[in-house]
T-cell receptor, first 114, second 118 residues
């Protein structure tokens, strides 16, 4: 079945450091890939998505590229801020299937030191 | 656009009582809504899929008599935790799905409800 594996946290970085959170997936067909962010005490917000191979999703300085050959969707940001401290979830879904559910990774907690 | 609200945002109840959580899609009609449960420092666990006008489909291991789901309209789904116990304390998140003109089924998440059972 479909699954998502992402790097375990917590990840602690200093402000302005480069961030990479690894995510790989297993899926049949052609899923869409997502990164969601959850700030403390809040629900999920969609951070970015990519719907086909080689697509790059980007938002708020974060980027991720849909790599079919390596089945990966790693999240990157060139210079993190304290306000980026949150839990990040990689996920997949078939956007065009009425029966599809979102499959989430286990989440990676990111803490940024000032 | 595509805003989903939940009410209440947090609730404390005594063991043995029932609690109802509402999930509303504010600016779109959602034929399908989903209910998730999240334990501290863990990922989201899908509890059930709620389709307007029909019975909810529960995931394996979720007690349907304990977690009652009603999707009475295209903009409202409710989750009732019956005879709540401390182990039901958790963060409950709903989402609502909207089919866009592109044909894609986009899913939007509510802000979550924190339930504490004492």
């Amino acid at each position: 079945g479909n699954s998502v594996t992402q790097m375990e946290g917590p990840v602690t970085l200093s402000e302005e450091a480069f961030l990479t959170i690894n995510c790989t997936y297993t899926a049949t067909g052609y899923p869409s890939l997502f990164w969601y962010v959850q700030y403390p005490g809040e629900g999920l917000q969609l951070l970015l998505k990519a719907t086909k191979a080689d697509d790059k999703g980007s938002n708020k300085g974060f980027e991720a590229t849909y790599r079919k050959e390596t089945t990966s969707f790693h999240l990157e940001k060139g210079s993190v801020q304290v306000s980026d401290s949150a839990v990040y979830f990689c996920a997949l879904s078939d956007l065009y299937s009425s029966a599809s559910k979102i499959i989430f990774g286990s989440g990676t907690r990111l803490s940024i030191r000032p | 656009g595509a805003v989903v609200s939940q009410h209440p945002s947090w609730v404390i109840c005594k063991s043995g009582t029932s609690v109802k959580i509402e999930c509303r899609s504010l600016d779109f009609q959602a034929t399908t809504m989903f209910w998730y449960r999240q334990f501290p420092k863990q990922s989201l666990m899908l509890m059930a899929t709620s389709n307007e006008g029909s019975k909810a489909t529960y995931e394996q291991g979720v007690e349907k008599d304990k977690f009652l789901i009603n999707h009475a309209s295209l903009t409202l789904s409710t989750l009732t935790v019956t005879s709540a116990h401390p182990e039901d304390s958790s963060f409950y998140i709903c989402s609502a799905r909207d089919r866009r003109t592109s044909g894609a089924y986009e899913q939007y998440f509510g802000p979550g409800t924190r339930l504490t059972v004492t």
